[in-house]
């Protein structure tokens, strides 16, 4: 998450995300004394709707400076708002979560091979699909698996009490 820029009153320069690289969102500079408090607003001129490079340059190390500098003011009549770094229109949507779950999962030791996706295209009910991968990883918590995880518990059957539950 990220603040993105209007009137840039809400936004405390050295506290809050506001910056538009996804990788650096919080300024690097070290405050000056006495402006640990400072808002955007204070750096935004707001007659010209640009900033204040005089000010922006005394302030900031170049590094920030030129990621500044690049940040287009659209409103400054309009509020700060909070939205999502990782999409281009700032908003939330569980696609794009899951687009970021499936990048962390295929460079973690976490990936199972299989070809996932042709679970997710069955026209069956979210829950069945749900159900139906969690048995295919090896996921439902059958009392041997309690047993391999260390867990107290027979591996017999509840209803028959002489087979393996997972059998």
Same mark, same amino acid.
């Given at each position: 998450?990220?603040?993105?820029?209007?009137?840039g009153?809400?936004i405390?320069?050295?506290?809050?995300?506001?910056?538009? &690289?996804?990788?650096?969102s919080?300024?690097?500079?070290?405050?000056?004394?006495?402006?640990?408090?400072?808002?955007? $607003?204070?750096?935004?001129?707001?007659?010209?709707?640009?900033?204040?490079? &005089?000010m922006?340059e005394?302030?900031?190390?170049d590094? &920030?400076?030129?990621?500044?500098?690049?940040?287009?003011?659209?409103?400054s009549? %309009?509020? &700060?708002?909070?939205?999502w770094? *990782?999409? %281009?229109?700032?908003?939330f949507?569980?696609r794009? %979560?899951?687009h970021?779950?499936?990048?962390m999962i295929?460079?973690s030791?976490?990936?199972?091979?299989?070809?996932?996706?042709l679970i997710? %295209?069955?026209?069956?009910?979210?829950k069945v699909?749900?159900?139906?991968?969690?048995?295919l990883?090896?996921?439902?918590?059958?009392?041997?698996?309690?047993? *391999?995880?260390?867990?107290? $518990?027979?591996?017999?059957?509840?209803?028959?009490?002489?087979?393996?539950?997972?059998?």
């Amino acid at each position: 998450m990220r603040c993105r820029i209007g009137n840039g009153n809400l936004i405390n320069i050295w506290t809050q995300p506001w910056l538009p &690289d996804s990788n650096k969102s919080f300024i690097s500079s070290s405050p000056p004394l006495g402006l640990e408090n400072l808002h955007v $607003h204070s750096i935004i001129d707001h007659e010209k709707n640009s900033w204040k490079m &005089d000010m922006v340059e005394k302030i900031f190390n170049d590094v &920030d400076v030129q990621v500044i500098q690049n940040i287009p003011l659209m409103n400054s009549q %309009a509020n &700060d708002l909070l939205i999502w770094n *990782q999409s %281009a229109s700032g908003n939330f949507t569980m696609r794009l %979560a899951y687009h970021l779950m499936e990048k962390m999962i295929c460079n973690s030791t976490l990936k199972v091979e299989g070809n996932w996706y042709l679970i997710r %295209a069955l026209r069956i009910p979210p829950k069945v699909k749900y159900f139906l991968w969690h048995t295919l990883r090896s996921g439902l918590p059958t009392r041997t698996r309690f047993q *391999q995880k260390e867990v107290q $518990h027979t591996s017999l059957s509840k209803y028959c009490g002489t087979k393996m539950e997972n059998e």
